[in-house]
């Protein structure tokens, strides 16, 4: 079955204790994304991929770290996680240029204290 | 100003009538513009997306882009308990970076 998959799907953390989660996807695509989403502001990007090593910033980089060493993988690195990253987190991929037709994980629910 | 505006809802409509979401952009860049529908507890997935200006349709769903106005629509014809859901507009200028509006929840009573 063609999905994007993420671990942990709950997690409840304190600040700054680092933590990593995983974002894995199984149809070839060379598109990948991370958002977040929060009530009233709707998903907004955090990083992107194109490919295999080449990232870039998206709209709240600010906290978060990724890399993408392998096709299928994108994990979303939070160094010193604060309060307001406590979000519901999203991984997408796609398989078209610009990023249309994203398919999207079934999101981590991520609580800071 | 946010580059996307959408009305967060929410909307309730009576099964069987024709729904209208809509959004407005600022970005003059936008090229491609999609509509998500995301139930609760899940992730987005896609409904459909459009390049430029035009129409589109699939089966109840028509999307339509007026770039010229900034405003992008999408009806559902014959709305159903099951369309209830929070419905996101998105739109991207052809590189990897995409903007999403904040989404319109939608009730469709039986």
């Known amino acids: 079955e063609a999905q994007v998959t993420q671990n942990p799907r709950y997690l409840i953390t304190v600040t700054g204790k680092k933590l990593t989660v995983t974002c894995s996807q199984n149809m070839n695509h060379e598109y990948m994304s991370w958002y977040r989403q929060d009530p009233g502001l709707g998903l907004r990007q955090i990083y992107y991929s194109m490919n295999v090593e080449v990232t870039d910033k998206g709209d709240v980089p600010e906290g978060y770290k990724v890399s993408r060493k392998e096709k299928r993988n994108f994990p979303l690195i939070l160094e010193s996680p604060s309060p307001n990253q406590t979000s519901l987190y999203f991984c997408?991929?796609?398989?078209?240029?610009?990023?249309?037709?994203?398919?999207f994980g079934p999101g981590t629910r991520l609580t800071v204290l | 100003q946010k580059e996307v505006e959408q009305d967060p809802g929410p909307l309730s409509v009576p099964e069987g009538a024709i729904v209208s979401l809509n959004c407005t952009y600022s970005?003059?860049?936008?090229?491609?513009f999609m509509w998500y529908r995301q139930y609760s507890r899940k992730g987005p997935e896609l409904l459909m997306y459009t390049y430029s200006s035009g129409n589109k349709e699939d089966g109840r769903f028509t999307a339509q882009v007026d770039k010229s106005s900034k405003y992008i629509s999408l009806f559902i014809r014959d709305s159903q308990p099951s369309d209830s859901a929070t419905y996101l507009c998105a739109m991207t200028g052809g590189g990897f970076k995409t903007i999403f509006g904040a989404g319109t929840r939608l009730f469709v009573k039986a």
């Open positions: 970005n003059s860049a936008f090229q491609y």
């Open positions: 997408a991929s796609s398989g078209l240029a610009g990023g249309r037709e994203q398919f």
